[in-house]
Structures are given as structure tokens and as C-alpha cells.
């Protein structure tokens, strides 16, 4: 059976640009944020990143087919349906549903579920980095629909407390649970990229033989929600950080959020 690597963190982190290039090995399988597929009903049709509508996706057919409508589809029930469809085909399937606010408590559940055959892979961006492209993000929303944004200080405030609840839920896992959790921090990854995936594949998979193909000529990708960077052609070389904020972010911005999340950012090397 595949093991289980989720993503844990809070959004605007780089997660799917990260599933997609740990899907240049072979041995993974990756699913996109896979908690976004229990909110279907709501939204537009999704189209996989393997070219296909999600209903006629090999990995994800079973979930809209009539004989499963009836079924009280849980996180957890999606991912043992995955795990399924992927059969032994793959060493690990990876689910980037991150931590944010309705999904603090979901690695302590999955890893009831899935015991053993379940990895967190903590990913964490310097805050400063986060906020700006959240609020670059509901500006370009409140313009389209020409509402008005809450003074920055509140902005910044709500986007910092859930950049701390998200991560913290993934220390405490960590802490609960070392043997099943994996720090990684967004900036080594761009910067050293064949070097902080060789060390993950070891840790994740250490039985699996360790080998790396562009994602674009592999058929295991199967991001059905998420970004819309995962339907983009990525190579390693492509694969750069992202400094936008540096220039960009007002400076009162960046000293509410650095005063703000000062103390994780010390944990996490970003002071």
C-alpha cells in the first residue's frame, strides 16, 4: 500500500509547486489538495492536470460516479479510495490540503486512519512572503467585485493568526508524532532543489530507490484541485524564489507582520 505524505502549513506556501515536482519520481502520485474535492458542489467543473475532465480521470473517476453519489464522502474515505485506485503502482501518494483553519486537527486524523503509512511534510515560507501574496490575492477579488478591504493592520493580523494556528498544529503533530513529520522550508527548497528532494524521497521513502524525470513526460500527476500553477510545464531550472514582496509590500506591512509572527519566525530560521 502507498504511504500517505500530506502537506501541512498554511497556503500561499508553495505546496503545489512542491507536489508537483515530487511528482518526478515515479514512485508518487500526486493528488492536489484533496479537501477541496469535498466541496465539489460548489464549484466548477475541475479539469485534472492529466488532461482529463475529474470525471473521467483514472484517479478520480470513482468519485463521480453515479453508484458513489450516495456516499458521505469524509477526507479520509477520499484518500482510502486514492490509495485504492493506486493500487501498488506507486510508493506514495500526496495530498497537499495544507493546515489552515478547518484543517488543524486533519493529521492527527489521518494519522489514526493510516498508522504507520502516514508522513506530514511541514512546509513553511517566511511570513512576510505569505501575507503579501494573500493580500495581493483579495485585492485583485475586491476589485472584480468592488468591495471594500478592512483597514491593512486587520488584514495583516487575520492573515498572521493563521499563518501561526496552521503551523503550530504542524509543530504539535511533530512533536506528538517525530517519526511521521518532516520540516521543509520553502526558500531551501527553490534554492536546492535536487539536494532537499534526495533528502526527502530518503526520508519519506528510504526502501524506494531514489530517481527524478521531469513531471511533464510522467502519467502521475493527478492534481484535480489546487493552484493554478500545478497545469503549468515546471522543470527544476524553472524554479526560483519568488521576491515580489521584497519590492512590492509597503513597508507598514511588513513590520505589523514581522512584530507579529517574530517568535516562529526565530523557529523557523527566518531571523
Known amino acids: 500500500?502507498?504511504?500517505?505524505?500530506?502537506?501541512?502549513?498554511?497556503?500561499?506556501?508553495?505546496?503545489?509547486?512542491?507536489?508537483?515536482?515530487?511528482?518526478?519520481?515515479?514512485?508518487v502520485l500526486a493528488c492536489g489538495e484533496v479537501i477541496s474535492s469535498l466541496r465539489r458542489g460548489t464549484r466548477k467543473p475541475e479539469t485534472c492536470t492529466c488532461g482529463r475532465e475529474g470525471h473521467e480521470c483514472a484517479?478520480?473517476?470513482?468519485?463521480?460516479?453515479?453508484?458513489?453519489?450516495g456516499i458521505p464522502w469524509s477526507h479520509a474515505?477520499?484518500?482510502?479510495?486514492?490509495?485504492?485506485?493506486?493500487?501498488?503502482?506507486?510508493s506514495a501518494l500526496v495530498d497537499s490540503s495544507k493546515t489552515a483553519w478547518g484543517s488543524l486537527c486533519t493529521p492527527f486524523r489521518l494519522k489514526r486512519e493510516f498508522g504507520p503509512d502516514f508522513m506530514?511534510?511541514?512546509?513553511?515560507?517566511?511570513?512576510?512572503?505569505?501575507?503579501?501574496?494573500?493580500?495581493k490575492q483579495k485585492n485583485r477579488r475586491a476589485k472584480r467585485s468592488k468591495r471594500r478591504l478592512p483597514h491593512y493592520v486587520l488584514r495583516c493580523s487575520w492573515v498572521v493568526l493563521g499563518w501561526w494556528l496552521a503551523n503550530l498544529s504542524c509543530d504539535l503533530f511533530g512533536i506528538i508524532h517525530p517519526r511521521?513529520?518532516?520540516?521543509?522550508?520553502?526558500?531551501?527548497?527553490?534554492?536546492?532543489?535536487i539536494e532537499t528532494l534526495r533528502s526527502l524521497y530518503e526520508t519519506l521513502l528510504p526502501d524506494a530507490r531514489w530517481e527524478y524525470c521531469e513531471p511533464s513526460v510522467c502519467d502521475n500527476r493527478h492534481q484535480l484541485h489546487g493552484n493554478n500553477v500545478r497545469y503549468r510545464d515546471i522543470t527544476i531550472s524553472d524554479l526560483k524564489e519568488d521576491l515580489k514582496w521584497q519590492r512590492e509590500m509597503p513597508a507598514e506591512y511588513s513590520r505589523v507582520v514581522s512584530s507579529l509572527s517574530y517568535l516562529l519566525c526565530v523557529r523557523y530560521g527566518y531571523v
Open 180 to 193: 511521521h513529520y518532516l520540516r521543509l522550508r520553502y526558500e531551501d527548497f527553490v534554492q536546492f532543489p
Open 59 to 69: 484517479v478520480w473517476g470513482f468519485f463521480y460516479s453515479a453508484s458513489n453519489n
Open 1 to 27: 500500500m502507498p504511504k500517505v505524505v500530506y502537506i501541512g502549513g498554511y497556503g500561499h506556501s508553495g505546496s503545489t509547486v512542491l507536489e508537483y515536482i515530487m511528482a518526478g519520481s515515479p514512485a
Open 120 to 135: 506530514m511534510v511541514h512546509l513553511t515560507r517566511e511570513p512576510r512572503a505569505v501575507c503579501w501574496s494573500v493580500l
Open 77 to 90: 474515505l477520499i484518500l482510502h479510495a486514492l490509495v485504492h485506485q493506486a493500487g501498488n503502482r506507486y
